[in-house]
């Protein structure tokens, strides 16, 4: 069974940094694309960056790109979220999640992780 499971997040002043980890078990993800969203209260989630697992090119939200980093570490099945530059309207859950290729729908996600941003 497939899991992924998020941490590193918390409390942070605007201007400041976090990383967060995705933890992925349970399948070879090789060819597989991983997501980072997220969901602040009362929004839906959106979209906020990709990683295809393969070879490591990324692709970004406007609102993210230069702020957000996304890496991943293939032998550890480690995918990275380094949030720099934070915002409070960067405050929200994140969740990471998989796809088993590019253009496919994300179809396993883990509990998200907390992220909060003080103005």
């Known amino acids: 069974q497939v899991h992924l499971v998020e941490s590193g997040g918390g409390l942070v002043q605007a201007g400041g940094s976090l990383r967060l980890s995705c933890a992925a078990s349970g399948r070879t993800f090789s060819g597989h694309v991983m997501g980072w969203f997220r969901q602040a209260p009362g929004k839906e989630r959106e979209f906020v960056g990709r990683?295809?697992?393969?070879?490591?090119?990324?692709y970004y939200r406007p609102s993210v790109e230069g702020r957000f980093t996304i890496s991943r570490d293939n032998a550890k099945n480690l995918v990275y979220l380094q949030l720099n530059s934070l915002l409070p309207q960067d405050t929200a859950v994140y969740y990471c999640?998989?796809?088993?290729?590019?253009?496919?729908?994300?179809?396993?996600w883990g509990r998200g992780t907390q992220v909060t941003v003080s103005s």
């Open positions: 999640a998989s796809a088993p290729m590019a253009g496919a729908h994300f179809d396993t």
């Open positions: 990683i295809e697992w393969s070879d490591g090119s990324t």
